[in-house]
């Protein structure tokens, strides 16, 4: 065996094994081999069984509300309409292959489950931040150091836990729409608690004055549903890059995370400091509903540049493959 130059030793190709080079030969490899695929999928599948526990105890009361009142149920659709249309039109500037639908099934499934670990650590850590941080910032820092950062985790990992070892998933682009759709799963079942909430606050599911309530919040909703597909969509976007880039794959997913998470956090702080009806000549409703649109509209205008501009240069690539 010769010494390499600096770059590091040469591929040895004869009688390298266990040398610089291995590949499962023996029972033991092979052993080997197996018993490592088992610990990914115990992780993997203990991790969901763990979210399904979570859901049942944090937000099982959304799926005994629908069965008690169906229109929980369709108050819920109908409140993450908008941000359906926003993954559809995510999912239609993808240059490349159309995903598979079960992948996309499996991210917002997994989103719905994953969202009881943010209802938990939300819950949990809002008393420490309270507790080392003044009052008068409490707040705001329980939505960046918190709600953003825990929140946007959760619904990338519905997308690292499946969809992202995938084959479908073959291109950068790919992870903008698979965090759309985790976005899309997170808003769902948030919404659908929201809506429970004010049914049971307005005297239960079956109070029929109990209507009104859930009506106004499931209107509420359906503008900050799209904010959660957004912000995924990014860190998703992210998440592709990482995987199709040689090297850095931390950085870059630790990069969108912090863009989606900083954004989350940003927006959850305007809308809860900021009295919208303070402003002459408009009411809070209408306030609230302009901000949201700006707001939003400035995240996905930015959005659409990034996608747009992979576009770009994926049609370029492929131009240049067919000349060749």
Same mark, same amino acid.
């Given at each position: 065996m010769t010494r390499g130059d600096d770059a590091g030793e040469e591929p040895v190709t004869d009688g390298g094994y266990e040398v610089s080079t291995w590949e499962p030969r023996t029972a033991l490899d092979r052993l080997a081999v197996l018993v490592y695929a088992g610990l990914v999928w115990s992780a993997r599948w203990g991790v969901v069984a763990l979210a399904v526990l979570a859901f049942t105890a944090q937000l099982g009361l959304v799926v005994y509300g629908i069965t008690v009142r169906p229109t929980l149920g369709v108050l819920t659709v109908a409140?993450?309409?908008?941000? &359906?249309?926003?993954?559809g039109a995510i999912w239609r500037q993808d240059p490349t292959a159309r995903q598979p639908a079960w992948p996309? $099934?499996?991210t917002f499934l997994l989103s719905v489950l994953f969202a009881s670990f943010a209802a938990v650590a939300n819950a949990a850590l809002k008393s420490v931040v309270a507790g080392y941080v003044p009052s008068a910032l409490a707040l705001v820092a329980f939505f960046f150091l918190v709600v953003g950062p825990v929140e946007e985790t959760v619904k990338w990992l519905a997308?690292?836990?499946?969809?992202? !070892?995938?084959?479908? +998933? !073959?291109?950068?682009v790919d992870g903008a729409v698979y965090g759309a759709v985790a976005g899309l799963g997170f808003a769902?079942?948030?919404?659908?608690? =929201?809506?429970? /909430?004010?049914?049971? !606050?307005?005297?239960?599911?079956? $109070?029929?004055?109990?209507?009104?309530?859930?009506?106004?919040?499931?209107?509420? /909703?359906?503008?900050v549903g799209p904010g959660h597909?957004? =912000?995924?969509s990014i860190?998703? *976007? *992210? &998440?592709?890059?990482?995987?199709?880039?040689? !090297?850095?794959?931390?950085p870059i997913v630790v990069k969108g995370l912090l863009i989606a998470a900083g954004i989350h956090a $940003? =927006?959850?702080?305007?809308?809860?400091g900021v009295d919208f009806g303070a402003f002459p000549a408009v009411s809070g409703g209408v306030?609230?509903?302009?901000?949201?649109?700006? +707001?939003?509209?400035?995240?996905? *205008?930015?959005?659409? /540049?990034?996608?747009?501009?992979?576009? /770009?240069?994926?049609? $370029?690539?492929?131009t240049r493959a067919n000349d060749g």
């Open positions: 409140s993450i309409l908008p941000a &359906l249309v926003i993954v996309l $099934a499996a997308v690292l836990l499946y969809a992202y !070892d995938t084959t479908g +998933f !073959d291109a950068v769902t079942i948030e919404n659908a608690l =929201y809506i429970s /909430r004010a049914i049971i !606050d307005a005297g239960g599911f079956q $109070a029929a004055r109990s209507l009104q309530g859930a009506f106004e919040v499931a209107t509420s /909703r359906s503008f597909v957004l =912000y995924s860190a998703g *976007y *992210y &998440l592709g890059l990482a995987k199709f880039t040689d !090297d850095h794959w931390g $940003a =927006y959850n702080a305007i809308v809860t306030g609230f509903v302009a901000f949201v649109f700006a +707001f939003e509209g400035a995240v996905g *205008y930015l959005l659409y /540049r990034k996608l747009s501009k992979y576009e /770009r240069y994926y049609r $370029a690539g492929a």
